[in-house]
């Protein structure tokens, strides 16, 4: 059964950081792309990076380059996101996405809060 677990949520002020996990299970890992998306209330699903599973080259969006950074640890099946220079517009749930070689999500995790205030 596959899982993915996201972790690293929290409260932090304007300016502040916080890194999020996604610990993947009963996967091969290292063969998925990972992306992260977010959902603020009353709002759909975006986009926030991706971390390819060949090569590991990333995409952004526009909102969060040069603020947030993806990576990966193949070996401990784990993906990370990286959020510096927090802003309250970042509040949102964050979701983990696997996508088997790079393909549509397959898998979603069940989303870490993260609050940014003013």
């Known amino acids: 059964q596959v899982q993915l677990v996201e972790s690293g949520g929290g409260l932090v002020q304007a300016g502040g950081s916080l890194r999020l996990s996604c610990a993947a299970s009963?996967?091969?890992?290292?063969?998925?792309?990972m992306s992260w998306f977010r959902q603020a209330p009353g709002k759909g699903r975006e986009f926030v990076a991706r971390i390819r599973w060949s090569g590991g080259s990333t995409d952004y969006a526009e909102s969060v380059k040069g603020r947030f950074t993806i990576s990966r640890d193949n070996a401990k099946n784990t993906a990370y996101l990286q959020m510096n220079s927090l802003k309250p517009e970042d509040t949102a749930v964050y979701y983990c996405a696997a996508a088997f070689m790079g393909g549509p999500s397959d898998y979603w995790g069940q989303g870490t809060q993260v609050t940014v205030s003013s």
């Open positions: 009963g996967l091969i890992f290292s063969m998925y792309t």
